[in-house]
């Protein structure tokens, strides 16, 4: 399969696997390394210490992130999921050839309902984009089983620096779903709502789901779930920090909180440190001291109401086409399209 836009500049793009129906390449391979390191030394050595979230998702924390998404407490993919059965027909008419992209893809069950329902899926080519090669690699090769004639460019990649690298031959279906926008702050939200734009033709659109604001209770038991999920996949972010940079910490030395924040409109995700602490990264030459109770910030989950979500894809230049949600008005699916 060929790729037939040019890579982006100063990226260097591997081949990982080709055949006549799947292509797999990775984006990541010049600067991985580099980017955790500067990453966590940044993130370790500030007033409000954090670890970015882009660093939960190696083959571990993809699992468990899958499992979190089965989770009684955890409404939003399912919620999600509901929505897209009632819209996919919808969202699909007239989708007959092109790109179908998923930014953050982990696993295809929400793409496939959108298969489902496209008129001609032998004539679509869907690309995954997603941090983790071992979830890309699973579920495209899955797919590539349900749907006999299904072509897959899928792209080892931060969606967040290598969307130029992205084909533009075709017209093309954006998808971001499960609120993944909620995971950026205000300004890195519209920075990467810019670079989609700035990707999109005039006939491309942009799909993306949005948790809503809701009552407290129902915000912090997602995010607190009763088996402890959440807690490992919170906790597994050392675990990659350990691997990838020959730390030493202990994730038993710290305990998962999940809380929502009114004033913010957010949940945040953090690490309390249950002792005095002191970490050695070794390939950084640092050592990090924590205090008990101090933490580590390592997700904040923005929730939207409608105008907040109107103004965000407003100022970033886009347009909302239609907009999906379920009965309790729970999570959203908004269509958009580049502002003309």
Known sequence: MQVESEPAKDKIMNTILTSDRIEIVDCMCDDFQGDIGIDIAMGLTASQKYIPSRYFYDSHGSHLFELVCGLPEYYQTRTELAILNDAASFIMAGFDTGYLIELGSGSNRKVRTLLDAAPRPQDICYMPIDVSESALFDASIELLELYPSLKVLGMVADFTKH???????????????????????????????????????????????????????????????ARGITAQ??????????????????????????????????????????????????????????????????EICEKFSRESAERMVLQAGLEIKRWFTDSRGWFSLVELARTL
Not at 171 to 198: A, C, D, K, M
Not at 244 to 271: C, P, S, T, W, Y
């Open 163 to 225: 969307i130029e690298a992205f084909p533009g031959d075709r017209i093309r279906l954006i998808t971001f779903f499960g609120s993944t926008i909620g995971n950026f702050n205000e300004e890195n939200r519209l920075h990467l709502l810019n670079s989609v734009v700035r990707l999109m033709g005039p006939e491309d659109r942009f799909l993306i789901g949005l948790d809503m604001i809701k009552p407290r209770d129902i915000l912090e038991k997602a995010y607190n779930d």
């Open 233 to 298: 996949f919170n906790k597994n972010i050392l675990n990659v920090v350990n691997r990838e940079l020959n730390a030493d910490f202990n994730a038993d030395h710290f305990d998962h909180i999940a809380f929502f924040d009114e004033k913010q409109g957010r949940v945040e995700m953090h690490l309390k440190a249950n002792r005095n602490v002191s970490v050695e990264i070794g390939k950084l030459g640092l050592n990090v001291h924590f205090e008990r109770n101090e933490t580590i910030h390592t």
